[in-house]
Each structure stands twice: as structure tokens, then as C-alpha cells.
């Protein structure tokens, strides 16, 4: 089974502190995915990537940057954290980006105080 | 910006009974998905139905397609209590370009099977 595994469970940091979320899959897949998830709001694309170094924004990217330095790695970088980015943030990869189920991380539920 | 929208956005129904939820769409897709989350974890993948398919099952689960009407159905039959979690549908929508801009997802609906 291909197994998405994210660093944290839960994550407190305060405002503008600079914050590392990190992703990790096991099966080779060459797209990755990052959401936020919102009461109301259900998830959001915040950004993805199809292969090492490669990025694409998604529907909020802002506030946000991304890193992928390895296949198996994706990280999500706040830069500045503010409190309106406190949230559930979802990892996903799959083989294929748009014909492929994607695999979804346990989340992270980060708070920024 | 979002594309699916659940109906209901909450449901409750006894155990035994069949459960089904909707989705509505805006634009020409790929392929439509179903999830499921349970509480406090992650989206777990449930079906795929492409947008040339009209139906397909998956053991209990059965999912419609109406591109005409840019709606889904998904069907849970003899619900169980481990079914209660939230269902989203994602689209895989097509970009003005021609190509795929990835999946969105819509709010979900939180189903709850009392026992």
C-alpha cells in the first residue's frame, strides 16, 4: 500500500515564525500535493509538483512556497506565519496527476498563536 | 476556485439503510472521484469514474455520472456504522487550455449512521 507520511500531527508556532511542513511517500510517484482544509470551506490546492524541482501554484498559494529536492519529499514552507493560516494541512501524491487516485497523508493540524 | 458541491451537506440515517449523496459540477471534466474521511485523518480514495462512464460499482458503492446535467451520484447501500465519515467528490477539470488543472474538491458531506 503506498503509504503518505506527514512530520507532524499537530504543530503550534506563533506569528512570523518561518514554519516546515514536511511530506514524505513511499511508492515512486511523481506528483505531490499540498491542501489546506477548512471548516466550510472543504480543501484547497495550495501548490503541486510533478517531478524534483519542478512547482505549480494551485488556488492559494499565497503566503506559501514549496520545495522539492527529492522525489519522495515534498515540503511546505510558510514563510511568515500568520494566524489566518491556522488549519488542517493535507499531504497527497499520486503517479499521475489528473487520472490517478491520489494518496492522502494523516494531515497536520497546525495552530499559529 | 471551487467546483464540487455536495448535497446533502449532512445526512443521518439508520443502520441498514442506503445512503446517497450528490455532487454538482460547473465545467467539462476528466474524471470525477469520490473520498472519504473519517474524523481527524486523511482523504482515503473510494472510486473513479471517468467522464465517457455512466455508472460504476465498487462492492457497496455505487456511483453515477450525468454529464449532461454536470452531476454525480454516489449510492452507499446496507449502511454500516464504520460508513459515518464526510464524502467529497473531486473533479479533474479541464483547463481553458486543454489541459488539466488537478483535482478540486467540493465541501463534502458529513454522513452519520446511527446503529
Known amino acids: 500500500d503506498v503509504k503518505v507520511t506527514q512530520s507532524s500531527r499537530y504543530l503550534v508556532k506563533r506569528t512570523g515564525e518561518k514554519v516546515f511542513l514536511e511530506c514524505v511517500q513511499d511508492?515512486?510517484?511523481?506528483?505531490m500535493f499540498w491542501y489546506r482544509q477548512d471548516p466550510g470551506l472543504g480543501l484547497r490546492l495550495i501548490y503541486f509538483?510533478?517531478?524534483?524541482?519542478?512547482?505549480e501554484k494551485g488556488d492559494i498559494p499565497e503566503g506559501y512556497s514549496v520545495s522539492r529536492e527529492k522525489k519522495e519529499r515534498f515540503s511546505l514552507i510558510l514563510e511568515s506565519a500568520s494566524t489566518n493560516q491556522t488549519s488542517m494541512y493535507l499531504c497527497?501524491?499520486?503517479?499521475?496527476?489528473?487520472?490517478?487516485?491520489?494518496?492522502f497523508g494523516d494531515g497536520t493540524r497546525l495552530s499559529i498563536l | 476556485s471551487q467546483q464540487g458541491e455536495e448535497d446533502p451537506q449532512a445526512l443521518s440515517i439508520q443502520e441498514g439503510e442506503n445512503a446517497t449523496m450528490n455532487c454538482s459540477y460547473k465545467?467539462?471534466?476528466?474524471?470525477l472521484q469520490w473520498y472519504r474521511q473519517n474524523s481527524g485523518r486523511g482523504l482515503v480514495h473510494l472510486i473513479l469514474?471517468?467522464?465517457?462512464?455512466r455508472e460504476k460499482h465498487s462492492g457497496r458503492l455505487r456511483v453515477t455520472l450525468d454529464t449532461s446535467k454536470k452531476s454525480s451520484s454516489l449510492l452507499i447501500t446496507a449502511s454500516r456504522a464504520a460508513d459515518t465519515a464526510s464524502y467529497f467528490c473531486?473533479?479533474?477539470?479541464?483547463?481553458?487550455?486543454?489541459?488539466?488543472?488537478?483535482?478540486?474538491f467540493g465541501k463534502g458531506t458529513h454522513l452519520i449512521i446511527q446503529p
Open positions: 497527497a501524491s499520486s503517479p499521475d496527476s489528473f487520472n490517478q487516485p491520489q494518496h
Open positions: 511508492m515512486d510517484h511523481e506528483n
Open positions: 509538483s510533478y517531478d524534483v524541482k519542478m512547482k
Open positions: 465545467t467539462s471534466i476528466n474524471n
Open positions: 469514474i471517468r467522464s465517457n462512464e
Open positions: 473531486a473533479t479533474d477539470a479541464m483547463s481553458s487550455g486543454g489541459g488539466a488543472d488537478g483535482l478540486t
